[in-house]
């Protein structure tokens, strides 16, 4: 349940906040004053995507806030647990700022997240319907998805969706297969010594990098070693080397120690560290001992980087990545070489998966039939309690060959008037039908789908008189199972009002201010009279009023 939402700089709002009740929550105002803006936000808070558009002009930035009461939703809560959220509190806050000249940020329950994580989150939380979405109803595409969500199969359709995926890549690569075994041949000898030129190489992950530390030294070996042996001769062989000068102070110290022992500690110190200046002098001696002057070993060197650099310029930028293209060569050569073991392969995996396609998109197909029965029942009872009391509901299936969504190709017919044969929606529909076959599809799906807001947005325009009267009866049945947020023009719709909310804009000192008030008693009483009769409010439109109120 959507408890509130709180808009800041947001639009044409500067400072906004709605509190909204369990039942029923109509939202009324005067065309324009701003009660739409209320569910783009509600939309950009289910993850919607923003930009500077939606910040109040003179504004740098804009807030948007919304806190749900998510304690009776397992599905919601468990998708926050999944993703680290604590949900003990039975709430969930979702924020989002939107900044004029920076990337929007993204809050839930105070910690920064992302768009991606949002909408993950709270997808199927809140249904919207919007005066303009019954269009959605003229897209043949979008009935099988209808059909599927009401005879609870999408799991089935997924499985098969996925299932056809993996038989396309097969079927490609089959058919690739397949066509090059024209070139096979001659691509099997290139192949062949594109392998054997990487393979004789016998190339090694970080050889490169040594052979170049081993060509410096090569070049240097002159000079690195007279550095070692001039620093072996001072430390430990020339005649005054420091290891002597240092023995002769250690045995001054140590017999100076027999007067003050304090100078035979410092002599043992001493003592100690010309061992580890000996442990370097002999390092040195045995460095220089294996230092090699070898110029061919150089010429070994070089020609092993300038192998290795041809190598580089053909099959990649580094030894992994031609090791990485030996091993696809080396695949490619293995597919060519058992190419009819392959093709053999690749056709009965094909068939295989074909079979298994065929099975489930068969099981589909019949649970649609079952579930188009079902919905066309329901709905033609349904949209007699709308006012469309000779209406005709048919669910048209066409076999097709199998796809992602199955064998059926599935159409939505239909005809307002007795004895008229069923056409599709788009020929026969006027807009007024198709918003209330989208309000009652919209409340069938949702006793299957269980979302636990919905909202609706104008969604009754084209309506009235008594058919709006019926209009508002079926919302108010929703809304005993659901939280319901109706923004509606119609009395007869907003008299049904657990919590009537009216949005009022208004114009000071060269500044737009939205604001909303919570109606009660004599308030809700003028606020309907005015939906009934405009600005003019008469004591017959007030008598009017009370007695709408009344139901």
């Known amino acids: ?52 558009d939606n910040i109040k002009s003179g504004r740098e930035e804009a807030h948007i806030e919304a806190l749900f009461d998510i304690s009776g939703d397992k ?27 920076a990337r929007s940020r993204v809050f839930i329950n105070g910690g920064l997240s992302t768009l991606t994580l949002l909408s993950k989150i709270t997808r199927g939380f809140v249904d919207i319907f919007s005066q303009h979405e019954h269009q959605s109803l003229l897209r043949e595409e979008n009935h099988i998805k209808i ?15 996925e299932l056809y995926q993996n038989y396309v890549r097969v079927k490609r690569e089959l058919d690739d297969l397949v066509q090059s075994q024209k070139d096979k041949l001659e691509k099997q000898d290139y192949l062949k010594y594109q392998l054997s030129e990487i393979n004789e190489a016998e190339l090694q992950i970080g050889e490169e990098e040594k052979l170049e530390e081993e060509k410096l030294k090569l070049n240097n070996a002159e000079k690195l070693q007279l550095s070692a042996e001039g620093t072996y001769g001072t430390l430990y062989e020339n005649e005054r080397s420091i ?3 240092l023995q002769n102070l250690t045995d001054d110290l140590l017999n100076s120690g027999k007067v003050d ?3 035979a500690d410092i002599g043992k110190s001493i003592e100690k560290g010309m061992l580890q200046i000996q442990e370097a002098a002999f390092s040195l001696r045995d460095y220089n001992s294996d230092l090699i002057h070898d110029s061919g070993r150089l010429e070994i060197v070089e020609d092993r980087i300038h192998l290795i650099g041809d190598l580089k310029r053909k099959y990649g ?55 188009s ?48 044969r069923p056409k599709p929606l788009t020929k026969v529909a006027s807009g007024g039908e198709l918003s209330r076959i989208m309000l009652v599809l919209k409340e069938v799906i949702a006793r299957v789908e269980g979302g636990s807001v919905i909202i609706f947005d104008e969604a009754d325009s084209g309506v009235g008189g008594a058919v709006a009267e019926a209009v508002g009866q079926k919302i108010r049945k929703l809304s005993q199972s659901y939280q319901v947020i109706c923004i509606t023009h119609l009395p007869q719709v ?22 909303i008030k919570s109606l009660e008693g004599e308030e809700r009483v003028i606020e309907i009279a005015r939906m009934i009769g405009g600005f003019n409010i008469t004591q017959k439109t007030i008598d009017a009023a009370q007695e709408m109120l009344k139901y």
């Open 1 to 52: 349940m959507l408890l509130g939402l709180t808009l800041k700089n947001f639009t044409i709002i500067e400072d906004l906040s709605v509190n909204l009740s369990p039942g029923l929550n109509i939202i009324t105002g005067e065309t324009g004053a701003g009660k739409s803006v209320i569910v783009d936000a509600v939309n950009i808070i289910l993850g919607d995507k923003t930009s500077s």
């Open 75 to 101: 599905v919601i809560k468990e998708r926050l647990e999944s993703s680290g959220f604590d949900t003990s509190t039975g709430e969930l806050l979702i924020k989002r700022v939107i900044y004029r000249n």
């Open 147 to 161: 059909l599927d969500n009401f005879g609870e199969i999408s799991i089935e359709v997924f499985d098969l969706r």
């Open 243 to 245: 290891l002597g000068s």
């Open 261 to 263: 022992a304090t100078l």
């Open 317 to 371: 930028e580094s030894v992994a990545q031609i090791i990485l293209k030996r091993d696809e060569i080396q695949k490619e050569l293995s597919n060519i070489e058992h190419f009819d073991e392959r093709v053999n392969s690749l056709t009965n995996e094909s068939q295989k998966m074909m079979g298994e396609l065929l099975v489930l998109a068969e099981k589909i197909s019949k649970s649609r039939k079952r579930a």
């Open 373 to 420: 029965k079902k919905l066309t029942a329901i709905l033609e009872k349904e949209l007699k309690e709308v006012g469309i009391k000779g209406g005709q509901f048919h669910i048209e299936f066409t076999d097709k060959d199998v796809s992602s969504n199955g064998i059926d190709d599935i159409s939505f017919l239909f005809s307002a008037n007795p004895g008229e």
């Open 494 to 515: 907003a008299k049904f009002a657990d919590s009537h909310l009216s949005v009022l804009k208004t114009h000071d000192d060269n500044k737009t201010q939205v604001t």
